[in-house]
């Protein structure tokens, strides 16, 4: 290593401390004694598993953590083909008003999410009562919504622009429509944006709690951010049972990116090489 380069490694190796001090406390004060928590110790004095399974029961954990699978799941599968049918016309082909309308789907980006809200909240209860699916209470108001982003198609346009014109060429040449060659050609190419896309959709579905709230009023479709809520209201002041929950919810989230964290880093690599 360069000695210049020494207080760049420095200053990095100290902030991924500083990012990692939270956590470290987390997972530590979930094996903790209430006694432990309330003496502000640093390590549990005696190891306590059990808190695990006591979260685990007393919040329902069990029914929240399948609804947040299924949620997420459904979500992350929705952004994949909904997003990737409205990117591949943006990025391969040409029609008039295309400027325009990428232009305005950008423009999206700039309103906040809870302004939203409340838009989306009448649409959901409108839709509940004049369609015979029950959304409210229901998967399809947690996730339907939730199917197509902007952020998303600007993500992957931008890797589907760059894929060379000779594929398509040699495809026309074979007698593929755009639509095959989306599926057989474009979408294998950019397997490491897609999973990128997927992890990032994933943590979003995982992490959302004012949505449920205000879609949900019974523990059938909840996710698991409601049960950690449920939790801290149940539970008062057993910190280290709220602790062992949030460790939980987090596990899912640190088992995906360890799949995918090459591919997650390959993304980041091409994404920096195209400008």
């Known amino acids: 290593m360069k000695k210049k380069n020494i207080p760049i490694h420095a ?3 100290f902030s991924c401390l500083i990012a990692m001090l939270p956590f470290a406390w987390m997972l530590s004060a979930s094996f903790m004694s209430r006694g432990d928590i309330l003496t502000r110790q640093i390590l549990p ?3 306590q598993w ?7 029961n007393q919040a329902r954990f069990g029914l929240y953590f399948r609804n947040s699978m299924v949620i997420s799941s459904l979500q992350v ?11 591949y016309p943006l990025a391969r082909l040409s029609f008039p008003g295309k400027n325009i309308l990428f232009l305005l789907i950008l423009s999206t980006l700039m309103i906040p999410q809870s302004v939203t809200l409340v838009p989306n909240v009448l649409i959901v209860a409108w839709l509940d009562k004049h369609t015979p699916v029950a959304w409210i209470n229901n998967w399809p108001s947690l996730t339907i919504p939730f199917m197509s982003n902007a952020f998303a198609i600007f993500f992957l346009r931008q890797f589907f622009a760059v894929i060379p014109g000779e594929f398509w060429d040699a495809a ?10 989306l599926i057989r050609v474009v979408i294998p190419m950019s397997k490491a944006p897609l999973l990128t896309l997927g992890m990032l959709s994933f943590m979003g579905a995982w992490n959302a709690l004012a949505w449920p709230l ?11 951010s409601v049960g950690l809520l449920n939790l801290v209201e149940e539970a008062g002041i057993e910190l280290h049972l709220q602790m062992a929950g ?3 919810s987090v596990l899912p989230i640190l088992a995906i990116y360890a799949l995918i964290q ?12 195209k400008g």
């Not at 059990?50 to 685990?56: A, I, V």
């Not at 599968?77 to 909904?82: A, Q, S």
């Open 11 to 13: 200053m990095l190796v």
């Open 45 to 47: 004095q005696v190891v």
């Open 50 to 56: 059990k808190n695990y399974m006591d979260s685990w």
């Open 77 to 87: 599968f929705g952004i994949w083909i909904t997003c990737s049918l409205a990117a």
């Open 172 to 181: 026309r040449v074979d007698g593929a429509s755009h639509l095959r060659f």
């Open 214 to 224: 205000l879609v949900t009023n019974t523990p059938a479709w909840r996710p698991l």
């Open 246 to 248: 949030a460790t939980i």
């Open 262 to 273: 090459r591919q997650f880093t390959d993304s980041i690599i091409q994404t920096g090489i």
